[in-house]
């Protein structure tokens, strides 16, 4: 059974920083696109960063340019994604999600998906 689980959310205060983890189960995580979301109280889903399995590129939204970073540690079968500079505007859910469909460059549209945890960014 394929499965999901993200880990590393959490309350920090602006500026801090943090490490999320989605670490894969029934598959082999570097097979698939892996992508990180999140989703705030009364807004839309947004994608946040993804990393491709064809050639390991990355997309970020613009809002975390500069702040955040997607990485794999194929051998852990896991993604992170560190979070520095936090602001207030990046509290949401944050959700861990992968497709396998080979080069496939958008950040959006993924088949399978995490349960989430929540970041908080609050003084």
């Known amino acids: 059974q394929l499965q999901l689980v993200e880990s590393g959310g959490g309350l920090v205060q602006p500026g801090g920083s943090l490490r999320l983890s989605c670490t894969a189960s029934g598959f082999t995580l570097g097979h698939y696109n892996i992508g990180w979301f999140r989703q705030a109280p009364g807004k839309e889903r947004e994608g946040v960063s993804c990393?491709?399995?064809?050639?390991?590129?990355?997309y970020y939204a613009d809002s975390v340019k500069g702040r955040f970073t997607i990485s794999r540690d194929n051998a852990k079968n896991t993604v992170y994604l560190i979070m520095n500079s936090l602001k207030p505007e990046d509290t949401a859910v944050y959700y861990c999600?992968?497709?396998?469909?080979?080069?496939?460059?958008?950040?959006?549209?993924?088949?399978?998906w995490g349960q989430g945890t929540q970041v908080t960014v609050s003084s």
């Open positions: 999600a992968a497709d396998p469909r080979f080069r496939y460059y958008y950040c959006s549209g993924y088949v399978y």
């Open positions: 990393i491709s399995n064809s050639d390991g590129s990355t």
